[in-house]
T-cell receptor
Framework: ETGVTQSPTHLIKTRGQQVTLRCSSQ?????VSWYQQALGQGPQFIFQ???????GRGNFPPRFSGLQFPNYSSELNVNALELDDSALYLC???????????????FGPGTRLTVL | GDSVTQMEGPVTLSEEAFLTINCTYT??????LFWYVQYPGEGLQLLLK?????DKGSNKGFEATYRKETTSFHLEKGSVQVSDSAVYFC??????????FGKGTRLHILP
């Protein structure tokens, strides 16, 4: 069974550019969540996708957007990059939700984005 | 809103010392509680979890007990090893399955 994978591993962009990060969910998982982890901080929830629809969003501006595909893989897009967007971006997948707040999320290794 | 507060690091211990990393939470209702570990250059790994009051999660010698009365979930290990050096995150999961993380505690174990 393949775990959660993310690509690319590292990425360097300049201010104002756009970036797309990719995530392949674990087999059997239909929910993908994205998190931003700034240096020295805990991960912050960006948004979650369930069956190709956004299912909740954290406190991030609209220039952070996403997609989920029929195979449940996902993309995170960030437009008009700012220096503060430099962070480790983590993707996590989870199986069909129980709705009781105990649905384990399995994390990928992350994509480290540096904005110059 | 929901939040998690954990002790600030870094925490430096000698090998075989006893470890405690404090974690308290604020939440509506009774969330599930987690400890995640992040080794250098890697993503997050679930270390242990507890889904209801008085549950004890355990894994790899680490333990944490869900204390509703003190809203705490402190991480403990009786004898740490150099290989335990990592960053540890306390987290809660809301009923809508969204995770709220603490800021993390960096642990250094000296041989």
């Amino acid at each position: 069974e393949t775990g959660v994978t993310q690509s690319p591993t590292h990425l360097i962009k300049t201010r104002g550019q756009q970036v797309t990060l990719r995530c392949s969910s674990q087999s059997g998982h239909n929910t993908v969540s994205w998190y931003q982890q700034a240096l020295g901080q805990g991960p912050q929830f960006i948004f979650q996708y369930y069956r190709e629809e956004e299912n909740g969003r954290g406190n991030f501006p609209p220039r952070f957007s996403g997609l989920q595909f029929p195979n449940y893989s996902s993309e995170l897009n960030v437009n008009a990059l700012e220096l503060d967007d430099s962070a480790l971006y983590l993707c996590a997948s989870s199986p069909p939700a129980s709705g009781r707040g105990n649905n384990e999320q399995f994390f990928g290794p992350g994509t480290r984005l540096t904005v110059l | 809103g929901d939040s998690v507060t954990q002790m600030e690091g870094p925490v430096t211990l000698s090998e075989e010392a006893f470890l405690t990393i404090n974690c308290t939470y604020t939440a509506t209702g009774y969330p599930s509680l987690f400890w995640y570990v992040q080794y250098p250059g890697e993503g997050l790994q679930l270390l242990l979890k507890a889904t209801k009051a008085d549950d004890k999660g355990s894994n790899k010698g680490f333990e944490a007990t869900y204390r509703k009365e003190t809203t705490s979930f402190h991480l403990e290990k009786g004898s740490v090893q150099v290989s335990d050096s990592a960053v540890y995150f306390c987290a809660l999961m809301r009923r809508d399955d969204k995770i709220i993380f603490g800021k993390g505690t960096r642990l250094h174990i000296l041989p």
